[in-house]
């Protein structure tokens, strides 16, 4: 009697996070758990001015330290300058621009030699006129800080679309802002490390790298280290978050590089958590003048937005949000007319890099304030307003962005009923005038970002390899790398849902770019949908070759053939008709000797932006509303976030539990950054490298969270779904700042609002902000 | 005149004897010399709670406690509370229920988890919340290993 | 390599005593503030170190007819969770309760929280609030002497305090309260916990017929070392306490401290703070 297998889907289900057994265990080994034979410590000397000429470097003493193999300076190593504008060498040799500049580095036999050696150079500085306001970089006769940009001026982006002036013209109301954002930093729970290694015989180089982007990094550092490509090896531990900040190079791995090479020995090279806040990248802060119009009706009528961002010392990925920024202020909501202009200007303060969001939740800090502004001048409610404005499915945006699923308007009334947004508005503005110090407020924003990958780099495809050995057992070599996110399990995931497998019959492999088939790494909320789609691709030439050698053995057809159960079944009644593995070894092992190995790449149907920065950058978009309610004890400043109710157009939920795990983490990432994150820099220097003074948010201080997904079954995600990583991050600072206004009726210009910023606000004594 | 001491003590309920630097941390020891990484370096300044461990039956932070004053003590870190089979209901909500990602502050959140329950047996959301306030997570949200813990907790006292 | 010159740990007071009269010692008892102390490089590689955490003697609490004793080497666990000092004196369980983590409090003792003497002292605003004395002991020809100081005048600056570097703190003296007498702490932080406060208040007297008669008001954070605001005690004995007369206090309340900017607050925010939470904390108290 052969066994019926029930169809069962694993898609939407609640998946355990298949490496979390290793994590809970402590046997999971991240960079700093790796030694390797041999190994000798690295250490950077760092400048302590911001903007000073070399004079000299004396490393004598320290090179003479017993147990010290190396002491290298600029003047040492090839120092080819690194970042998007290569305007960044690995060590300083003739002047330095920041706080964080590398002067030299050594490679010691252990940790504490390390720091002794670095106390023994001795460094002569000429101090230079130093630049800190980038209001000021433009001035005459501000300090040069890159000479090959005179003007100080990295970056500049203009972009419209529409024509403003005919849009003031039909506005009946304009209305005009300064917006301030802060510097916050990732705080990834895992400080950077890197170790390398080269091969004493072949000299070819082992990179154990926290990278993002393990084939861009292999690509960048051959060109750094004028190596051939084929020489260079990156292998990726697992990481202790990532959230962005690892996707650029940064001096430290070169500079590990350099130390191996010397000594030749492997070379590790950490960071202290003190360095982790000083030297690694930031979130870009900025200036932000949005000017913006509405009809009496309730229509939005056009947007111009001029930026200035600080782009540090030298330039990262933080200069380039504006093409992110863009998309928010050109797309979110409706827009006919929009005006773009952004001046990014080096100054001697730390540099911005790339972090989740990637300059979205700057741009929807503003436009979701004038929302809720426009909304009030033309009387209308802020619900309806925002309804008014959305796009649906089937619009194009001024930017040309196709909206081809859109559960913006869902999202929009699923998160107002579900917190009951009008009425708790309205009873929050009558309290507003009693005598209770304690004001309860309620506020909604709104977000718009990529959920189908991003097309930047000249592809944005992923590589899957799918091998089945003898047994059924799937080892799926991905290029998209697991930076704590999931990746490995929905990938897991979309593979057996194609397979009829259970999650156990799969091994992942995923960090070793000798092994995985190329990806452009991860950010942009990527990794599900493209290399999602990838999987799915690769699973499916399996199943087909599976399905087909099935029907030649059964005789039966194979489009009436499914998988389900580990077996080979009949699809229709599910009656069982083989087993996947004695399929498997029929043929492997008998006449036709073939194994099943299958690969796809998956290039997603989007395009480049033109030199106008038009285009559909992605294969989907996707869209979120999170409506905040909080309190404000009005004696102290101090803001209580009380609920997040959240919902979001996900296209499909793929794993329950990874995606919620997803959503509550980014909003209360969030939280910290409208609420206590704050990196202090003050003449370049971070006054707050700790966590005693660099405040992330604790376990007693989230929210309660209500969480609903949209599902718009997007036709090219896979299985319906779209990205989610950093969505969830965006809209809770320009939510919050809502909410404020709706408990106080007073409107804060910048994040975060601090006790003391809301206090002052309060009692009308805010700081000026001017540009 | 030495720099050095030695210490006797159980670890994971097995004598270690250690010969060890006065200012060394319990974190340094159990990292550099023992090779047991499951106790995380996260900002050793006592304020992320990476590197909780249990000394006596009670949890504190590696990074700031002395090993010199190991001796005598019983420590447990968490290679060995996952040993321990009366901490399979701990180890396995953990593992299933949503509360890792990255993965890095796990091993803190499981040995202060262990405390909570071993000294707070009826902790509601709110305390539990509290007894972890010490922990930083920069992925979760902490959301899913609340749950985590009240789970165990029901279990614990259920059984 | 960063280094002490040598190490003891004696099991008794004696031992200890004699040992901190040979000098250059510097004592390891939870351990917490020492080890920030050697990250730092802030500390004397030629001293001994010596670990009191084996004197048995220094840990417990006592309760007499007129007082608490609270040996130094009590936790602030072990203080939040006693339950007959939960009774007679909440105080100092609010402010054990608000102090940094469960990990930290595990393992923090009274004794060093008092001797580390940093300005905003979780703890130390309660002890002052309280009337608290310390007991400081010492080698003498007749064995151990100890001599008591209030905590009042203990606190010479930040990390500064009378002890000598031949004594050592051994108790903390509490006396328990007159019958009427109440206390509220506050402390305000920009979290819950594991924040060095920026401000931190506490206020206690003897509630009667509207007049909080020998009221103690102490503040931690807006000078540096926690201090009683004679002051504003001065202010509140005179005359009933009403709205508007809680008002008035909280002004002189301002005006008495004269705090720091600094990465966590300004000199003028802290004042704001200290002048409506002293309306808070003093309405509290003076409420039925």
Redesign the interface.
Known sequence: MAAIIEKESLIGK?I??M????????????I??LNLPGQLIGRILRSDRVHARIISIDTKEAEALPGVHAVITAKDVPNKPLGVTKDNPPLKGDKVRCERDEIAAVAAETE?LAEQALSLIKVEYEELPTLFDPRQALLENAPVIQESKPDNISMEFDYSHGDVEQGEAESDVVIEDLFKLHYVT??????SGVIADFDSTSGNLTLYSNTQVPFLHKREFASVLNMDPNRIRIIQP??????GSKLDIYPFEPIAVFLAQKTRRPVKLTF??EEEFLASPTRQPAYLRLRSGVTKEGVLTFRTLDSLLDNGAYTSWGATIPFVMMQTFSSLYRVPHCLYHTTTVYTNNPYAGSFRGYGNLQATFCVEAHMDKLAEAVGIDPLQFRLKNAQQAGETSGQGMHFKSCGFKECLTTAAARSDFGKKREQNLTAQRDDNAVKKGIGMASMLHVGGGAKIYPSDGCGTILKMDDFGHVTLMTGASE????SETVLSQLVCEELGLPLSAVTVVNNDTDITPWDVGVHASRTTFIAGNSAIGAARLAREKILNAAAGTTAMPADQLSLRGGCIVIDESGEAVITLDKLLRSLHFQERAELVTTSFYYEPPSVHQDKAFKGDVSASYAWATQVVEIEVDT??G?VTLNRCTAAHDVGRVLNK??I??QV??????GQGYAL?EDL?IDEGHC??P????Y????????PE?DLSFIETMDGEGPQGAKGIGEAPAICMAAAIANALYNATGVRIYEAPF???KV??AL?GCSQPLEW | MSLTHEIKFTLNGSPVSLTIPLTMSVLTMLRDLLNLTGTKYGCGEGECGACTILIDGVSVNACLKFAVDCDGRTLTTVEGLVADSRNDPLRTAFAEKGGVQCGFCTPGMVMQARHILDNYPRANESQIKRGIEGNLCRCTGYKKIIETIASVGELDNKG | MTNFKSYLAPATLDEAVDQLNQGNVTVLAGGSDLMLRVGAGNYDPSHTLMNILKISELRNITFTESEVQIGALTTITEIMEDPELTIKMPLLGQAADQFASMQIRNVGTIGGNICNASPAGDMLVPLLLLDAAVELARQSDDGVASRRVAIKDFFMGPGKTQRQSNELLTRVSIPISNKGFRARFYKFGTRPALDISTVSIGIGGIFNNGYLQAPRVAFGAVAPVPFMALKTMKAIEQSPLDSERIKEIAEIARDEIKPIDDVRATAWYRKQLVHNLTIKVLSDVTDA
């Open positions: 609640a355990p996070k490496d979390a057994p290793g994590k809970v265990s402590g046997h999971t080994r991240y700093h758990d504490a990732h705080c990834c729970m895992g400080v697992p990481i202790g978050g990532g959230f202290s958590r930076i704590g996110q999931g004696l102290t101090v539990l990874g919620e795990g509550e983490g980014g909003i209360v990432m206590t202090l006054q707050n700790n966590f005693r003074d405040k992330l948010i604790t376990a007693p201080e989230i969270i601090s006790p003391e206090y002052r009692k």
